[in-house]
């Protein structure tokens, strides 16, 4: 198996199914005069993201059957009008504010994302260049649904399920676990996996391969299959990707894990697999201002020694915590103490900063505080 995958990341050749449940892969021949070099992707779990994001898939008569429903046709409608009102109402602002203010937002090196949960929406829109998105988060990482095997009503309760899901990213643009568990808490729904596949495929990313991996003892991601008895101390799914008319193949790791000092003590393995991540970008938003804490303390220190420039809220690491030798830092939107949540949170001496310091209004809501736009944002670039 892992030599298939390594053989096919060199071929690059475009695939199709010749059936819904037929893995093995024939040459197409239909490539954009303009693409210089053929991608090898999976046609059939590109097909069963599109399906479940909404979107139009390839010919496949397994799954026309179920995209002539009504159902689907008001599903799809409904997550084209979602993510349209996500695109105008914070995206594209996002996108446009990135453009301006993060010096490393084209950068490829690695973007690490904990406490993220299946995130990538805002990761991708801050970061869209990153070959490798690591993101990490409580909920089950789960599997796609078997669409093939499953009965229209099946098939329009999962649906629903999967609009359920979204609703949180679609008003806060976070994910409330305990919400997320809940709305994913059935086998057939499937976890992460689906979510963060459906926020690739509405980026306009076409699926090259999708797996399940694990951290082995040593450290280190293995594919599940090739695991076998072994085991695991941190399971997870890899997702690669393309966009429409490149060839430049991006990856998306996505584990559950408990980062406390606690969790990582108990796990070494996944200790290592953290410290052997190279020098990255991060990203913090809505991570329940854990890294505050003494109990978060380790995972935080590698960040700060990780980095190269990290973007977060306040809810991210404590700013008591920057070294002011080492980091320029520059403050965007308004600092508000938080509500009462996070009532033991004080941070007297951002609020100080917030009063001092040449501050940039931030244009859309992000975190925690949509509901008052008190929106703040701190960039904190390496020297």
């Not at 695991?227 to 429409?244: E, M, Q, T």
């Amino acid at each position: 198996m892992s030599a298939f995958r390594l053989i096919s990341a060199f071929i690059f050749c475009q695939v199709v199914l010749s059936s819904c449940n037929n893995n093995s892969r024939i040459t197409e021949n239909k490539i954009p005069e303009a693409q210089i070099y053929k991608i090898s992707y999976d046609t059939l779990k590109d097909n069963i993201i599109s399906f479940i994001s909404g979107k139009q898939h390839g010919n496949n008569d397994c799954l026309n059957k179920f995209d002539t429903l009504t159902s689907w046709k008001q599903f799809s409608f409904r997550m084209d009008s979602g993510f349209s009102y996500l695109d105008t109402s914070r995206l594209i602002k996002m996108s446009d504010w990135a453009e301006t203010e993060l010096t490393y937002r084209h950068d490829t090196s690695v973007l690490f994302y904990p406490f993220g949960g299946p995130d990538f929406l805002n990761a991708n829109v801050f970061y869209p260049n990153a070959s490798k998105y690591v993101l990490i988060g409580l909920e089950p990482v789960g599997k796609l649904p078997d669409i093939y095997n499953m009965t229209t009503s099946e098939v329009d309760e999962y649906l629903n399920d999967i609009w359920s899901s979204l609703s949180d990213i679609f008003r806060r643009s976070y994910f409330i676990t305990e919400h997320m568990v809940d709305a994913l808490k059935k086998e057939e729904v499937g976890g992460a996996t689906p979510v963060v596949s459906i926020f690739i495929k509405r980026r306009g990313y076409k699926i090259v391969s999708l797996d399940n991996i694990d951290i082995d003892i040593n450290g280190k991601w293995q594919y599940s299959d090739s695991l076998k008895n072994k085991k695991s101390f941190a399971s997870g799914v890899k997702i690669d990707f393309v966009p429409d008319n490149s060839n430049m193949i991006q990856s998306l790791f996505y584990f559950r894990a408990n980062l406390s000092d606690e969790g990582l003590k108990k796990n070494e393995p996944l200790r290592k697999y953290l410290n052997s991540l190279p020098v990255c970008h991060t990203y913090l938003k809505a991570a329940s201002y854990l890294m505050h804490s003494n109990e978060f303390s380790e995972i935080r220190d590698l960040i700060l020694n990780k980095s190269k420039s990290i973007l977060q809220d306040d809810s991210g690491i404590a700013y008591k915590f920057f070294d002011k030798e080492h980091w320029d830092i520059r403050l965007y939107g308004r600092y508000q103490r938080p509500g009462k949540e996070f009532s033991w949170i004080n941070e007297t001496d951002l609020a100080e900063a917030y009063k001092k310091m040449p501050v940039k209004q931030v244009p859309f809501t992000l975190g925690y505080n949509w509901r008052t736009h008190a929106i703040n944002l701190l960039y904190a670039v390496r020297r």
